[in-house]
C-alpha cells in the first residue's frame, strides 16, 4: 500500500519550533518530489515548501521564508519540515504530498501524485 504518513505536530509556543517528519511506505521517495501544504480553519489549502526529488532545489512560501527548512533523507524514505520562530499564523493540519512530475516545486502542478492524512500544529500561549 502506498503511503504517507506525518508526525511531529502539536502544540507550540509562539517563537517556538517543531519539526514535522513525513514517512514514505510501499515505494520509494526518491523519485518524487514533496511538498508540504497547510489548511487553517475557514481557509483554502496553500503551498508551504517543497523540494526535488534529488534535494538539490527547494522553495519555500513568502510567509515561512527563513523560518521553515524543508530537507529530505532518501536512505530514509523520509521529508522533513523544521519549523522555527512560529507564529499563531502558523496554526493548521498540515500535510506533505508527493509528485512524480518533473519540475513539480517550480509551480505546484499537476496535484500531487498522493497525500498524507495530516498533521495538527497549533501555536499559541
Known amino acids: 500500500q502506498l503511503q504517507l504518513v506525518e508526525s511531529g505536530g502539536g502544540l507550540a509556543q509562539p517563537g517556538g519550533s517543531l519539526r514535522l517528519s513525513c514517512a514514505a511506505s510501499g515505494f520509494i521517495l526518491d523519485y518524487y518530489a514533496v511538498a508540504w501544504f497547510r489548511q487553517a480553519p475557514g481557509k483554502e489549502r496553500e503551498a508551504v515548501s517543497c523540494i526535488s526529488s534529488s534535494g538539490d532545489s527547494t522553495n519555500y512560501a513568502d510567509s515561512v521564508k527563513g523560518r521553515f527548512t524543508i530537507s529530505r533523507d532518501n536512505v530514509k524514505n523520509m521529508v522533513y519540515l523544521q519549523m522555527n520562530n512560529l507564529e499563531p499564523e502558523d496554526t493548521a493540519v498540515y500535510y506533505c504530498?508527493?509528485?512524480?512530475?518533473?519540475?513539480?516545486?517550480?509551480?505546484?502542478?499537476?496535484?500531487?501524485?498522493?497525500w498524507g492524512q495530516g498533521t495538527q500544529v497549533a501555536v499559541s500561549s
Open positions: 504530498a508527493a509528485s512524480g512530475a518533473l519540475y513539480y516545486c517550480s509551480n505546484y502542478r499537476p496535484p500531487p501524485d498522493l
